[in-house]
């Protein structure tokens, strides 16, 4: 199983960013992926969620600006990021869960990791 994590880098407050994570080594339909975040000298974070059947769920802080969508073909989920805010910052991870009994629920733990993506918001 891998998960692969990208699209971050440095943006202004009130940029977007969009990040991707593709994953390979499983039923990808049958997983629910989520977005985690860790800035520095914080507790991790859920961002955001997506389940096998395409239901999603976001944290308070985030779920006005982001949006989260899953390609199955691509076997790819993406995490678009609008109106990103300094407090945004963090390394952004992707993880996945195999869950295909709950189509329309998000997990509340996960299994497989990615490695995370840097996302630094600054002027």
């Known amino acids: 199983v891998q998960l692969q994590a990208s699209g971050g880098g440095l943006v202004e407050p009130g940029g977007s960013l969009r990040l991707s994570c593709a994953t390979s080594?499983?039923?990808?339909?049958?997983?629910?992926i989520a977005w985690f975040r860790q800035a520095p000298g914080k507790e991790r974070e859920w961002v955001y969620c997506?389940?096998?059947?395409?239901?999603?769920d976001g944290g308070n802080s985030v779920k006005d600006r982001f949006t989260i969508s899953r390609d199955n073909a691509q076997h790819t989920v993406h995490l678009q990021m609008n109106g990103l805010e300094p407090d945004d910052t963090a390394v952004y991870y992707c993880?996945?869960?195999?869950?295909?009994?709950?189509?329309?629920?998000?997990?509340?733990?996960?299994?497989?990791w990615g490695q995370g993506t840097l996302v630094t918001v600054s002027s």
């Open positions: 997506i389940s096998v059947g395409g239901s999603t």
């Open positions: 080594g499983f039923i990808f339909d049958d997983y629910a």
């Open positions: 993880a996945a869960k195999h869950y295909y009994r709950y189509p329309k629920t998000c997990p509340r733990s996960y299994d497989y």
